[in-house]
């Protein structure tokens, strides 16, 4: 029976879980985004993720994978463009540190 029910959902991220995310994120910035020459390989970058994975996990309410991290990064990203846009009232492309002060825990 358990195999015909519906797949359920994982729990929305809670505050720590998010907090804990954008710390270790903001932490690890330069080797999961930087561009260029001296960019982190593709195996690096797994192990960064793995790495916040452990530190986001003791807090969650159910358990995430780099996958469910990576999409929430993704979220929380655009939902801060929108809201710097609305402030500003232009709608072009903001700078980093000013989407590092949105995203910082407050």
Do not use: Y
């Amino acid at each position: 029976m358990a195999e015909d029910s519906p797949k359920r959902r994982k729990a929305n991220f809670n505050e720590a879980e998010t907090e804990v995310l954008i710390e270790q994120v903001l932490k690890h910035e330069q080797l999961l985004f930087a561009a260029g020459p001296g960019r982190a390989s593709p195996g690096q970058k797994r192990k960064v993720w793995e790495l916040i994975r452990h530190k986001v996990n003791p807090v969650a309410a159910c358990p995430r994978d780099v996958e469910d991290l990576k999409k929430r990064w993704r979220d929380l990203k655009r939902r801060d463009r929108s809201k710097l846009c609305r402030l500003s009232q232009g709608c072009g492309p903001p700078g980093p540190p000013a989407l590092g002060l949105l995203l910082a825990p407050q």
